[in-house]
């Protein structure tokens, strides 16, 4: 991964290095500031830069996808086997949080640049439209996972604390541009996401079909899940059937949940995957230290050295019945060898399907966005129409089906299924978040429970920001 300065989390210039062969657009090292402005190859350029960001370890690369589930109720940390990953984020330590603030910022500077720069260039109108609709998908996207990560959601809001990000919608090529602001209101963010997301969908060309980069399907099922957030339900239905309607992803049959999580192309499921290549992204020794893989798997399986101390909790584990396929997704390991003493569960999500400790990350699925639309059926007391929908994913996963309650304790029910269904890929703690739950921790942390009003449930910003404007402000008891 390359190394980016920035101003109060901004591009100062426009040298980049993507990394990101399957977005692969020429110049693939550096651009002038004029071919950004003037051509749609230097726009695309900086387009794939912002798509690189996305693949930081503490960003997309990693803890999008495992961090929450550390920090809420799946994950327990074998402290002695983790080498000191995660273990203050398994107890829930004080700072021990995510911290993807600014690179989550320069990936939103390069994608205003392309908004700002990329009408009337010279080119294909269709190509304009495309690059268009997907810099405004991954504004509203990056914007997202900003506010439901260092702020509230804009119906649980916690203490009179409404203070979300910082709402930039122009680029920064130089200091001046980048002159500090305060964070806007949780309201005004959601609704700067709602309308980037709105206007990506009306711009996406029907020739966009690459589930490695967003397109429209995508594009609807992350609106529809602003609008989960947001408890909007008839919306995010509207948008969730649009997405499943649009969309060339298929859900995993009956018997084939494992397989398709080990494959090097795109998970059948994938609406949008962040893709990886082993010698660029995994290089040197990064990839052994901080990839997925090496997080979740213990050292010495298939011969591989690891950080593993990632396990799968007891919690989690009861909740699979046997011959549910999801339960097959775990094994039993000991810490250091097949004979070592004590034996771990562990999860196989993350296996080295496209190379050595590469997986490609699956950042909206469509099993997902099916439990998301029977979520919001049931808050609208369509509980029948929403346990069809479990019904048919349980099915699905070899799950018996006559425990899914048509009542209000569908409800639950779902939540708990999200838990059978996207274990390891990071949605426990925001679900938990956004249902104003609190977390009740696992038996083997001693942490017991954590209150959606304790302070721990947001991270602190970093120190650089609020030095630079204090009255920013950072999150309440930082």
């Known amino acids: 991964m390359k190394k980016t300065f920035y101003l109060y989390a901004l591009v100062l210039g426009f040298a980049i290095s993507s990394c990101e062969k399957s977005v692969e657009v020429e110049p693939k090292n550096s651009i002038a500031p004029n071919a950004v402005i003037t051509t749609l190859s230097g726009n695309q350029a900086v387009l794939a830069s912002a798509y690189d960001r996305l693949q930081s370890f503490g960003y997309w690369g990693r803890d999008m996808a495992l961090l929450g589930d550390a920090m809420a109720d799946n994950i327990y940390t074998e402290v002695n086997i983790a080498g000191g990953r995660y273990t203050g984020a398994n107890l829930n330590q004080r700072g021990s949080h995510y911290g993807f603030w600014g690179t989550a910022y320069v990936a939103i500077n390069d994608v205003n640049t392309v908004i700002a720069n990329i009408d009337g260039v010279p080119g294909s109108a269709t190509a304009i439209a495309q690059a268009k609709a997907e810099a405004l998908a991954l504004r509203a996207m990056v914007y997202f996972d900003l506010a439901r990560t260092y702020g509230y959601e804009p119906t649980k809001i916690q203490g009179g604390f409404d203070r979300s990000v910082v709402l930039r919608l122009s680029p920064s090529a130089t200091p001046s541009d980048a002159s500090p602001r305060r964070r806007t209101s949780v309201d005004s963010v959601y609704k700067a996401i709602e309308k980037d997301l709105k206007d990506a969908i009306a711009l996406f060309p029907a020739s966009n079909t690459s589930r490695f980069r967003l397109n429209k399907p995508a594009a609807q099922a992350l609106l529809g899940k602003v609008y ?10 509207t948008q969730f059937d649009a997405a499943l309607a649009g969309t060339p992803a298929t859900q995993i049959a009956a018997g084939a949940y494992v397989t398709a999580f080990n494959t090097a192309s795109v998970n059948q499921e994938s609406l949008f995957e962040i893709p990886f290549i082993t010698s660029t992204e995994m290089s040197g020794v990064t990839g052994a ?190």
Request: charged content about 20%.
């Open 289 to 478: 230290n901080d990839s997925p893989f090496s997080y979740t798997n213990p050292s010495g399986r298939n011969s591989f050295s690891t950080f593993g101390g990632q396990t799968a909790s007891d919690e989690l584990m009861a909740l699979f019945e046997a011959g549910d396929d999801r339960r097959s997704m775990f094994f039993q390991f000991g810490g250091t060898s097949a004979t070592a003493s004590p034996v771990f569960n562990w999860c196989a999500k993350y296996r080295g399907s496209v190379g050595a400790y590469t997986d490609n990350i699956k950042v909206i699925r469509f099993s997902d966005v099916v439990l998301m639309k029977a979520e919001a059926l049931a808050e609208q007391n369509q509980f029948q129409a929403a346990a069809d929908l479990v019904i048919a994913l349980r099915a699905r996963r070899n799950a018996t089906t006559n425990t899914v309650p048509n009542t209000s304790a569908i409800k639950d029910y779902i939540q708990t299924e999200r838990r059978r269904e996207l274990f390891f890929e990071g949605h426990r703690w925001f679900d938990l978040k956004r249902k104003g739950a609190g977390i009740t921790k696992p038996a083997k942390t001693a942490v017991g429970s954590i209150s959606a009003a304790d302070y721990r449930i947001l991270p602190p910003l970093p120190v650089s920001e609020v030095t630079l404007l204090p009255t920013l402000p950072n999150n309440p008891n930082y």
């Open 228 to 237: 989960l957030y947001w408890e909007k339900w008839g919306d995010a239905v």
